[in-house]
């Protein structure tokens, strides 16, 4: 029971529109001027602002000698909260509310900050915050990249043949086979897409392919369709701190490829435990928060 009101505050704590409302979270035009926002702390001797973090990230990458399992890899194991992404209102640079301290733009290339959509693309991710419950409200999974900068604590566990990333909201987690086994067919579409992991040295690169386009990155409405190809790279950069990456490759929605950044901070109390936040796939509260929105048919309606 307890678990189950945890799980219902926390969708109701989502700003939840009028039809057709825009939120105070939406990025704000060019020439705005400064945009209000929280100031930014430094983890692992970096910034955490996403551009800066970006950069020192990169070079204390190429001096750290991260922990090792028995096999030799990086040992990316434990419990692992985000960072730079502080919230998860618009992964676009966005101004401080009621519920969030703002923030710069996690995209780090194009350099401007800008998702590059195509110009229908950019037309529609502006009607999504007004018309459509966000998925989240909706219990579907946080999908890759999102389930490694949404709220909450990843658990990783290693093995020599996989990874698996543990999320405590809706039961979410992700097995990343690393032994060299191909992509399933490309027809079957999956919450959680398909991964694939591989070494380069000490990052974890983590090929995703296979995914639904029924989740938003974010709760403002950015969004990609079902034929988005995207590669996460993940490296430690000092004992508790992690550099996270994702490149978006799909020419159906976006003129460019892009990417974004992120970080995570282990949890170090030794006592620490990971919680279940539970919530059930397609359970909508809708009836609670606004009736004149719909459920979000993805990118492209069949």
């Known amino acids: 029971m307890k678990h189950a009101l945890v799980a219902l505050l926390f969708v109701l704590a989502l700003h939840v529109p009028l039809a057709g409302q825009r939120p105070y979270f939406a990025t704000p035009p060019p020439g705005s001027g400064p945009t209000p926002m929280e100031p930014y702390g430094a983890f692992g001797g970096c910034p955490e602002e996403p551009a800066a973090f970006h950069r020192c ?36 640079e966005h101004p401080q509310g009621m519920d969030g301290s ?18 229908w693309a950019a037309a529609k991710v502006r009607n999504h915050f007004g018309t ?9 999974p946080d999908a890759p990249p999102k389930h490694a ?6 658990r990783i566990v290693q093995s020599a043949t996989s990874i698996v990333i543990q999320g405590d909201y809706a039961h979410t ?68 701190v992690m550099h ?10 976006f003129t460019r490829p892009w990417t ?30 606004n009736p004149a929105l719909k459920p979000y048919p993805g990118a492209f309606p069949k």
């Open 57 to 92: 990230a990169l070079g204390k990458a190429r001096t750290f000698s991260p922990p090792r399992t028995a096999d030799g890899r990086p040992d990316l194991q434990g419990f692992w909260t985000r960072i730079v992404a502080r919230n998860m209102e618009n992964i676009e």
């Open 102 to 119: 703002g923030g710069k733009s996690l995209i780090v290339d194009p350099a401007d900050g800008r998702i590059p959509y195509q110009a």
């Open 132 to 140: 459509y419950l966000n998925p989240v409200q909706r219990c579907l």
């Open 149 to 154: 900068y949404s709220a909450g604590v990843r």
């Open 173 to 240: 987690y992700r097995v990343i086979p690393t032994d060299g086994r191909p992509h399933v067919p490309g027809s079957l579409k999956l919450f959680m897409g398909d991964s694939r992991g591989r070494w380069e040295g000490n990052t974890l690169v983590v090929d995703v392919t296979n995914l639904r386009d029924h989740m938003w990155l974010d709760h403002v409405g950015n969004f990609h369709s079902d034929t988005v190809h995207i590669v996460e790279r993940w490296t430690m950069i000092h004992p508790d």
């Open 244 to 253: 996270y990456q994702a490149t978006f490759d799909d020419p159906r929605v």
């Open 260 to 289: 974004l950044v992120s970080g995570l901070r282990r949890e170090k109390d030794p006592a620490f435990e990971q919680w279940e936040n539970a919530c059930w796939e397609g359970v909508s509260i809708r009836e609670l928060t």
